[in-house]
């Protein structure tokens, strides 16, 4: 089947705009995280959505920056008045949480604010 | 709190040669390892993982990885690279207190001829 799909997979913003990145989870995947991999560095956690359950927030860097879960299926973030140490990899992944703890990854949104 | 450390940031290492990549993490009573490779501009793609059972585990494309509690450590090995080989690797621990993983800083492998 299908795995994980994000859009766009390139963005570039001017400083101070927003953005929306785009997450397709896996059909049935009950876990929806997003992660943020800055150049040359390990996978930084952003939040984490289960069901219905209210989402993990807890990496989300400022305030700036929110995300939405609609259905149960689709996710966005969305980063207001980006700077430019927004720039980074955002990836997204899904799990089913049934047993293997196992995250698949979207191949990522490349944002660069200039 | 779960935490990962990836003990080198690089490595080289010359085709068909072995390789090993190290990783240890903190200590928890249920702990579930992966590991992860990403190839350049791609995303993760999971090669192996430990939940129970042998400590040896197997994976995709000839990897394995030892499971040590003892040491708290899960090295990932292959007896011989290739150049497709070459890409970053991630260690991660399933922390089920954080519902998420965690994941170490990456060891970036460079498989030269």
């Known amino acids: 089947g299908a795995g994980v799909s994000q859009s766009p997979s390139n963005k570039v913003t001017e400083k101070g705009k927003d953005v929306e990145l785009r997450c397709d989870p896996i059909s049935g995947h009950t876990a929806l995280y997003w992660y943020r991999q800055s150049l040359g560095q390990g996978l930084e956690f952003l939040i984490y959505?289960?069901?219905?359950?209210?989402?993990?927030k807890s990496g989300l860097p400022s305030d700036r920056f929110s995300a939405e879960r609609t259905g149960g299926s689709v996710s966005t973030l969305t980063i207001q008045r980006t700077q430019q140490e927004d720039s980074a990899v955002y990836l997204c992944?899904?799990?089913?949480?049934?047993?293997?703890?196992?995250?698949?990854f979207g191949p990522g949104t490349r944002l660069t604010v200039t | 709190a779960q935490s990962v450390t990836q003990l080198d940031s690089q490595v080289p290492v010359f085709e068909e040669a072995p390789v090993e990549l190290r990783c240890n993490y903190s200590s928890s009573v249920s702990v579930y390892l992966f590991w992860y490779v990403q190839y350049p501009n791609q995303g993760l793609q999971l090669l192996l993982k430990?939940?129970?059972?042998?400590?040896l585990v197997k994976g995709i494309n000839g990897f394995e990885a030892e499971f040590n509690k003892s040491q708290t450590s899960f090295h990932l090995r292959k007896p011989s690279v290739h150049i497709s080989d070459t890409a970053e690797y991630f260690c991660a621990v399933y922390s089920g207190g954080y519902n998420k993983l965690i994941f170490g800083a990456g060891t970036r492998l460079a498989v030269h001829p």
């Open positions: 992944a899904s799990s089913s949480r049934v047993g293997t703890y196992e995250q698949y």
């Open positions: 959505f289960q069901g219905n359950s209210a989402p993990d």
């Open positions: 430990y939940l129970s059972g042998s400590t």
